[in-house]
């Protein structure tokens, strides 16, 4: 069975442009959830979706947005990319909330 | 903010067994521990969790003391590629948990050592 894939794997944006990252989740997991990891915060929890619907958010400003697809696909965007959004981008899915797999990560580098 | 603590790092000798401790003294009684790791920039990779009994797997055992207040992660034969972040991780994992996420803390950070 397929993993967690995410494109692109690495991205060089400039302050003020946006961008849009793709997750593709394990075949027949419906949960996906969105993390991003800085070396000062460590992981931190952006947003959860479950069947199309956000069930979760986390701590972040309304510039990270996120949606989900009938196929469990999954983009988070963010507007106005500020030097501090530069992390890796993780995204993690999940069958039944129990377990996480997570992808290899977006790393995004906003110049 | 997370509900764990652990040593921010440990050294381990190739072959030896590994321990990682983690204290989660606030646990409640609907909650699992999990251990999930990271090797160097890559998504991090679930190990194992369980609830009270001890569990094991091929990749660790999981030792969870009898009050729940902390519990240990065992790799019973560490190899260089062992090396990584571990964290510990606590949350309700049940079906009807809508919502949640998993907190990461800082980890420990695990060296083995040739």
């Known amino acids: 069975k397929a993993g967690v894939t995410q494109t692109p794997r690495y991205l060089i944006k400039t302050r003020g442009q946006q961008v849009t990252l793709s997750c593709s989740p394990i075949?027949?997991?419906?949960?996906v959830s969105w993390y991003q990891q800085t070396p000062g915060q460590g992981l931190q929890f952006l947003f959860e979706y479950f069947s199309e619907t956000q069930r979760n958010k986390g701590n972040f400003p309304g510039r990270f947005s996120g949606r989900q697809f009938s196929n469990s696909r999954s983009e988070m965007n963010v507007s106005t990319l500020e030097l501090g959004d530069s992390a890796l981008y993780l995204c993690?899915?999940?069958?039944?909330?129990?377990?996480?797999?997570f992808g290899p990560g977006t790393r995004l580098t906003v110049t | 903010d997370a509900k764990t603590t652990q040593p921010p790092s440990m050294d381990c000798a190739e072959g030896r067994a590994a321990n990682l401790p983690c204290n989660h003294s606030?646990?409640?009684?609907?909650?699992?521990v999990y251990w999930y790791r990271q090797i160097h920039s890559q998504g991090p990779q679930y190990i194992i969790h369980?609830?009270?009994n001890n569990e094991t797997n091929e990749m660790a055992s999981l030792i969870i003391t009898e009050d729940r207040k902390s519990s240990t992660l065992i790799l019973p034969h560490a190899t260089l590629r062992d090396t990584a972040v571990y964290y510990c991780?606590?949350?309700?994992?049940?079906?009807?948990?809508?919502?949640?996420?998993?907190?990461f803390g800082p980890g420990t950070r695990l060296s083995v050592l040739p």
């Open positions: 369980g609830l009270k």
């Open positions: 993690a899915s999940s069958q039944d909330v129990v377990e996480q797999y």
């Open positions: 991780i606590v949350r309700v994992a049940q079906r009807s948990d809508y919502g949640q996420n998993f907190v």
């Open positions: 606030t646990i409640s009684g609907n909650e699992y």
């Open positions: 075949s027949g997991h419906r949960s």
